[in-house]
């Protein structure tokens, strides 16, 4: 491991004594720098679209609201909920699957390792199969309960067995269950022949979001990323290996339930919404960590910053590509995303 | 006295060989009945004494056809898959040193995948398109993605590392994996339907013909991997105690790595997507025999031959006449059993 935990010497080492290599200049600076940005990303993205709209009356748009105009009409009630749902979205994938890198200390570990992403997947392909009628509401809302209850028998398995849940337990108990269920998905897809309506789905897109939709998640998905920023400490400790983190007093039970019930907010209400793009959760906390060092302190809120700029770029790319015709988020996801990875795994010097 | 016995290293270790070697024969003895009930299993039911008759060239026509012709080439290729992958994906696991890696890992999946998708695309319909081409067309995608991704992971100073060998695959196989989404949203229902039964996973050449062309891969490249496994062992421990037990870790690394691309390629082709034995298969080998390669590799071969012969049997009774795909099959009683064996055994 090249991770370094230096405590001072003569003393007994206490999580006090802890130093992460960290480089808390550049991740200032990501911050300030990342919250310009995203500002700006959002502006430009609620002015591009189908019907082109000037910033300032993007500006009058938000801050004097004329009802009677097809412009403020449209950037209100479409365009404003999809960017800042990908902004959401984004923040949200980024740091789930941050939590999820630190804890199992696997570099390819994001949030559909919970089985949140195949229980989502498995709920709907079973909602579509038996009740195709169901609102888009509804979908929601199962899929979301799907993802809960991936996430409680992955981690129902994992800590249920003798010596309790580590993280390579983790980790392979996720596995085998996205692969149950996926398979199970895959089944009733074939059989009643609904697998095209689930990939699409699936693919990703924050194209139908709405307001209401926006005002569920949002109370939760703040919360979740406060949280996670609170128990960034612990994950820290927890990336140095489980041993090491009891060695310092820390109640690992304690952190890896509360980090594993952020991760399935985060991921489980983002997966509902927009489907399986988890591909952020993979890459940004990669990116991030190869910026801001190990210290999960900085890692977590520069993943969210990152993760949503990455969102709302992606979702800008996927109405300007081909106009009127919009290419799956998830693909434009994995088109920006690949590249830098190739570069990052070129340049990547620790293993975690 | 016990006590003194069991605290010897020698004789725990041998105690360990000997029941490592009992399991081994109580999987074959599975793999044995799982065959003849396999044989049984199918639209035309085949007694055992009718088989036997069969076997030995004195059955009808029609019952040699059967055996001959169907059932005992698709047998065959299923347990070839399923050691195939299952010690693909032990290779991987062990070169990579990750309990995620799979056969997968290097896009042979990925790779296979979209060679096939862009292939059915291409035909007016699925019946136009030669279905006969398909696993070789398979193998192709999955050899040049694999190559794809060494490249790109190689540096010339340094050659090539496992962790960016693995991110470069996650990479890669994501890349392809978008672009399969694209075009599947693009794909009319029928071809579309056709591609999701291959990703599934189901077993394709069932002739002789693909019999004959997975076999020199599985014969050659099993017992080369099950020969390398003191290296693997010493591998296990980590690049600098490998190093500094004297193995040439790079080059080991690459050989290992090839012969695992060359089975998985070539299980993959005929098979379409069945990754779940290369990722359980090992697991369960490491649990059932304990983590030393020499037990371990014969292990999951076996383990994986036996999953997939009982997958497909099961695949072809269930839903009679229609089939539903092996890789679905693998996973559902896979993963339950394997989730039990995680539950129950300390780490």
Known sequence: MNQQATASKGQIPTADHVKFRSRPWAATLILIGGLIALVFGIAVSVSFGAADIKLSVVWTAVFHFNPDLTDHQIIRELRMPRVLGAAMVGASFAVAGAIMQGMTRNPLADSGLMGINSGAGFALAVCFAFFPQLPFMYLIMYSFIGAGMGAGIVYGIGSLSRGGLTPARLVLAGAAFSALLSALSEGIALYFNIGQDLAFWYAGGVAGTKWFQLKIMFPWIGGAIIGAIILSRSISMLSLGEDIAKGLGQRTGLVKLAGALIVLILAGASVSVVGAVGFIGLIIPHLTRYLVGVDYKWIIPCSAVLGSLLAIFADLTARMIIPKHETPFGAIIALIGVPFFLYLARKERREL | ?347
Not at chain 2, 186 to 212: C, E, H, M, N
Not at chain 2, 232 to 256: I, P, S
Not at chain 2, 304 to 322: E, H, K
């Open chain 2, 1 to 347: 006295m016990s006590v003194q016995r069991t605290t010897t290293g020698m004789s725990y270790e041998s105690a360990r060989r000997r029941r490592g070697l009992g399991i081994l024969a109580v999987i074959f003895v599975l793999i044995v009945i799982a065959f003849i009930i396999s044989v049984n299993t199918g639209y035309i039911r085949l007694t055992p004494l009718q088989l036997l008759n069969t076997m030995l060239g004195k059955g009808t026509d029609k019952q040699e056809l059967i055996l001959f012709d169907f059932r005992l080439p698709r047998i065959v290729i299923s347990l070839l898959i399923g050691a195939g992958l299952a010690v693909s994906g032990a290779v991987m696991q062990g070169v990579f040193r990750n309990d995620l890696a799979d056969p997968g890992i290097l896009g042979i999946n990925a790779g296979a995948g979209l060679m096939v998708m862009l292939m059915v695309s291409f035909y007016p319909t699925t019946n136009a398109a030669p279905v006969y081409f398909l696993p070789v067309i398979a193998f192709v995608g999955a050899g040049l993605t694999a190559a794809l991704i060494y490249v790109l992971a190689y540096k010339r100073h340094e050659g090539i590392k496992p962790i960016r060998l693995l991110l470069t695959g996650v990479a890669v196989a994501a890349g392809i994996s978008a672009a399969m989404i694209v075009l599947t949203l693009r794909l009319d229902p029928d071809k579309y339907q056709f591609v999701a039964t291959w990703l599934a996973g189901s077993i394709w050449g069932t002739s002789w013909k693909f019999v004959l062309s997975l076999l020199p891969w599985i014969v050659i490249l099993v017992p080369y991997v099950i020969y390398k496994a003191r290296v693997m062992n010493v591998l296990n421990l980590g690049e600098q105690t490998a190093v500094g037990l004297g193995a040439n870790v790079n080059r080991e690394q690459f050989k290992l790595l090839a012969a695992a691309v060359g089975l998985a390629a070539s299980s993959v082709a005929v098979s379409g997507g069945i990754g779940f034995v290369g990722l359980v298969g090992p697991h369960l080998a490491r649990r059932l025999v304990g983590p030393k390669h020499q037990l371990m590799l014969p292990a999951s071969a076996l383990l994986g031959a036996l999953l997939v012969i009982t997958a497909d049997t099961i695949g072809r009774w269930i839903l009679q006449p229609s089939e539903i795909p092996t890789g679905i099959v693998v996973a559902v009683i896979g993963a339950p059993y394997f989730l039990y064996l995680l539950a129950r055994t300390k780490s």
